[in-house]
């Protein structure tokens, strides 16, 4: 079928500034970086499926500031092993930008998801940023700002981007399904968009894995990722904590271990990012989910991280719940 044949991702990703949703003022300050086809280094943070990305992938593109991508665009994926260390900046990095640029003002390189970079690497790349100022510039993408060194931060123009509204995402899936001809209802929709909200693109992939009879039907295989099953835990955790019910505290963590401990390839910053960014998660509990945010990177063994920081969240929130009575 045609539906197997064609990324919905790739085919309905924005290939224009004006196909993204961004402030008044910020869609006008990148409107004129476009019209004179210049740029500063740029430093976009926020949560996944905010459109970083898409936002720079748009500037580097013929739709944006250079003319020749294939000549003058260096794209990186920070977070690969072989990319965040700081042979790649003195080995890769340093020796494309030696090579001057062809029928563009400079070279841009983009690091995607830079707060991965290791401190030497980002050591380096503050040496390369100035030696090669005045024919590349640097777009970096990244989760944390935190992760950022100041002397990096202080040599780039910043930009702060939120997650994608629900309302807009819906919208956005819809529009899709529509033109794909796919028959579908509101609540299977919204069943799937409230699964894997916020990332955009594993919700679009889903609905197109969803799709293949031409009828938008739940797979919940698919639908329900083993983050958002061990996010959906731990909210229990805390719900638990709060209604005081302590005594369901073992259950509901003998299930989480077990998940741990069965799932080796859970992707544990999104699911850091989705308990922060919930409403309903509480601000001493938001405050251990942040520290563990930060050293993740850094930790032995991810499944056993995630797991202090559940044992620290239980601590906290008792002590909490002492403290206000």
């Given at each position: 079928?045609?539906?197997?044949?064609?990324?919905?991702?790739?085919?309905?990703?924005?290939?224009?500034?004006?196909?993204?949703v961004?402030?008044?003022?910020?869609?006008?300050?990148?409107?004129?970086?476009?019209?004179?086809?210049?740029?500063?280094?740029?430093?976009?943070?926020?949560?996944?499926g905010?459109g970083?990305?898409?936002?720079?992938?748009?500037?580097?593109?013929?739709?944006?500031?250079?003319?020749?991508?294939?000549?003058?665009?260096?794209?990186?994926?920070?977070?690969?092993?072989?990319?965040?260390?700081?042979?790649?900046?003195?080995?890769?990095?340093?020796?494309?930008?030696?090579?001057?640029?062809?029928?563009?003002?400079?070279?841009?390189?983009?690091?995607?998801?830079?707060?991965?970079?290791?401190?030497?690497?980002?050591?380096s790349?503050?040496?390369?940023?100035?030696?090669?100022?005045?024919k590349?510039?640097?777009?970096?993408?990244?989760?944390?700002l935190?992760?950022?060194?100041?002397?990096?931060?202080?040599?780039?123009?910043?930009?702060?981007?939120?997650?994608?509204?629900?309302?807009?995402?819906?919208?956005?899936?819809?529009?899709?399904?529509?033109?794909?001809?796919?028959?579908?209802?509101?609540?299977?929709?919204?069943?799937?968009?409230?699964?894997?909200?916020?990332?955009?693109?594993?919700?679009?992939?889903?609905?197109?894995?969803?799709?293949?009879s031409?009828?938008?039907?739940?797979?919940?295989?698919?639908?329900?990722?083993?983050?958002?099953?061990?996010?959906?835990?731990?909210?229990?955790?805390?719900?638990?904590i709060?209604?005081?019910?302590?005594?369901?505290?073992?259950a509901?963590?003998?299930?989480?271990?077990?998940?741990?401990?069965?799932?080796?390839?859970?992707?544990?910053?999104?699911?850091?990012?989705?308990?922060?960014?919930?409403?309903?998660?509480?601000?001493?509990?938001?405050?251990?989910?942040?520290?563990?945010?930060n050293?993740?990177?850094?930790?032995?063994?991810?499944?056993?991280?995630?797991?202090?920081?559940?044992?620290?969240?239980?601590?906290?929130?008792?002590?909490?719940?002492?403290?206000?009575?």
């Open positions: 079928m045609e539906i197997l044949n064609t990324l919905w991702v790739e085919k309905y990703r924005p290939r224009t500034l004006e196909e993204l961004l402030p008044e003022d910020v869609m006008g300050e990148f409107k004129q970086y476009i019209l004179k086809r210049q740029i500063p280094n740029l430093l976009f943070s926020g949560p996944p905010s970083k990305s898409t936002l720079a992938r748009i500037l580097c593109s013929k739709n944006g500031i250079i003319s020749s991508p294939d000549d003058n665009l260096l794209e990186i994926n920070g977070s690969a092993k072989e990319t965040r260390g700081i042979s790649f900046v003195q080995d890769t990095i340093e020796p494309y930008l030696k090579v001057p640029p062809l029928g563009d003002g400079y070279k841009i390189v983009f690091i995607d998801e830079a707060d991965y970079l290791t401190d030497a690497s980002f050591h790349l503050r040496g390369i940023i100035e030696k090669y100022s005045d590349s510039r640097f777009i970096l993408t990244v989760n944390y935190s992760k950022v060194p100041d002397a990096i931060q202080s040599r780039m123009t910043g930009y702060s981007f939120k997650q994608f509204p629900t309302e807009f995402v819906t919208k956005y899936c819809k529009d899709i399904l529509v033109k794909e001809n796919i028959k579908h209802d509101d609540k299977t929709l919204k069943y799937i968009v409230d699964n894997l909200y916020p990332d955009i693109r594993k919700i679009v992939n889903a609905l197109q894995r969803c799709s293949t031409g009828e938008l039907k739940i797979n919940k295989d698919i639908v329900q990722t083993s983050e958002k099953t061990l996010v959906s835990l731990i909210m229990e955790v805390i719900n638990f709060q209604s005081n019910q302590d005594h369901k505290l073992n509901i963590i003998s299930s989480i271990v077990q998940l741990l401990t069965s799932n080796q390839d859970l992707e544990f910053r999104s699911v850091y990012v989705d308990l922060f960014n919930r409403p309903e998660t509480p601000i001493p509990a938001k405050i251990i989910v942040n520290k563990f945010t050293s993740h990177q850094d930790c032995l063994v991810p499944s056993m991280h995630a797991l202090a920081m559940v044992y620290e969240i239980i601590e906290i929130l008792q002590k909490y719940k002492q403290i206000k009575k």
